[in-house]
């Protein structure tokens, strides 16, 4: 495994039309995901945006292709939304993770979990960043690609001069 791959909403205002393909219930908001593939070292791999709310991540991630083919025959770490995605190694749900508990493989199962979100904080504190950039995307929509995409060169750059370290 050699990438981190996570996504992160935009919120936006109420479209005119289409709006239930903008808004999903447990947000209570209208939004677009964006989808980012890190390195380990922190660098953003590729960017995927402009995706209605209602897409799940692994939807996303199933139609990128770019992502499939950078990741090769390597692995993305990736949380449970990432559940069979095939170059993805999705984490469990922690419900998941109770039902094995007793079973013979339980703390293996802890372990994994573990380390896999310890190791989903790269790409976190990334999103983290690129949120923090919202400029007019908020009011309008059609700008928010051209943030995201320019939000994520700034965000490399920056890392290359020595930020964010």
């Known amino acids: 495994m050699v990438f981190v791959i996570d996504g992160t909403i935009h919120s936006i205002k109420k479209p005119s039309i289409h709006q239930e393909e903008f808004y999903r219930p447990d947000k209570k908001c209208h939004f677009i995901t964006t989808q980012l593939l890190v390195d380990f070292d922190g660098n953003i791999i590729a960017a995927t945006t402009n995706y209605p709310g209602r897409i799940h991540d692994f939807v996303i991630a199933r139609r990128c292709d770019l992502f499939k083919e950078i990741c090769g025959k390597f692995y993305a770490i990736a949380d449970p939304g990432f559940n069979n ?22 703390e293996d199962y802890k372990t994994f ?53």
């Open 85 to 106: 995605v095939d170059f993805c190694v999705a984490g469990f749900r922690p419900s998941s993770i109770a039902k094995m508990k007793g079973k013979d493989n339980y």
């Open 113 to 165: 979990d573990s380390i896999s979100r310890s190791e989903q904080v790269i790409v976190e504190n990334i999103n983290s960043h690129i949120k923090v950039f919202k400029c007019l995307s908020e009011k309008f929509r059609h700008l928010l690609t051209g943030a995201v995409f320019i939000c994520c060169g700034l965000y490399n750059w920056k890392r290359s001069l020595g930020y964010y370290q």
